[in-house]
């Protein structure tokens, strides 16, 4: 499969429990990337990857730990989240960062989180 | 600090109106800006990005930099444009890309 996948799709949990969501790119690009996205706030970057090393945590609270174990795949592990933590969460990659030309950002179709 | 403004959170147009969604942005440097396109039940996707001077369905966008605007436009909506619509610039070390906060475009029959 081509591009970018996300699992699970919908995701519903405790504010207790632990999950992880799991994000795969097909595209061959070097920077990896973990969105959120709510219907109160724009969307919000949350990590950045580039070559497998994080480059940018945005100010994201410590319930929310990204992994990256290699430039194919990324993960957000959540525990003890808070109901306002619910949203779409979205993966995306890019062939390159840090050559302050920008690059086309290419989006999973996202994680829906609820948090109960 | 770099910002992309988006003011309209809502465009409502009839088909075959001209459609004009707004986008300013604050910037030090050259910089490079995109419309991201996501239609209802699809993935966010490029819709087009100012270095390629291109016309993707219909839509063109032209950077002013005396106005630091980016303006997406259309001549004549068609009712499966409606989607929402973000402006979106990299950063100055391109390890991020900021977007504006989005505009829902409705295009009434």
């Known amino acids: 499969e081509t591009g970018v996948t996300q699992t699970p799709r919908h995701l519903v949990m405790g504010m207790t429990n632990k999950k992880s969501l799991k994000c795969e790119q097909h595209?061959?690009?070097?920077?990896m990337y973990w969105y959120k996205q709510s219907a109160k706030k724009p969307l919000e970057l949350m990590f950045v990857y580039n070559f497998k090393e994080q480059t940018e945590n945005n100010s994201v609270p410590s319930r929310f730990s990204p992994e990256c174990p290699n430039s194919s795949h990324l993960f957000l592990h959540l525990h003890t989240l808070q109901p306002e933590d619910s949203a779409l969460y979205l993966c995306?990659?890019?062939?390159?960062?840090?050559?302050?030309?920008?690059?086309?950002?290419?989006f999973g179709e996202g994680s829906w989180l609820t948090v109960v | 600090a770099q910002r992309v403004t988006q003011p309209e959170k809502l465009l409502s147009v009839f088909k075959g109106a001209p459609v004009e969604l707004k986008c300013n942005y604050s910037y030090s440097g050259s910089p490079e800006l995109f419309w991201y396109v996501q239609y209802s039940r699809q993935r966010l996707q490029l819709l087009l990005r100012?270095?390629s001077r291109e016309s993707i369905k219909g839509f063109t966008a032209d950077l002013n930099k005396g106005e630091t605007s980016f303006h997406l436009k259309k001549p004549f909506a068609q009712e499966e444009d409606s989607a929402m619509y973000y402006c979106?610039?990299?950063?100055?070390?391109?390890?991020?890309?900021?977007f504006g906060a989005g505009t829902r475009l409705f295009v009434k029959a």
């Open positions: 100012h270095i």
């Open positions: 595209l061959g690009h070097n920077a």
């Open positions: 995306a990659s890019s062939p390159l960062t840090g050559t302050g030309g920008g690059n086309t950002i290419y």
């Open positions: 979106a610039l990299p950063d100055t070390g391109g390890f991020k890309t900021i």
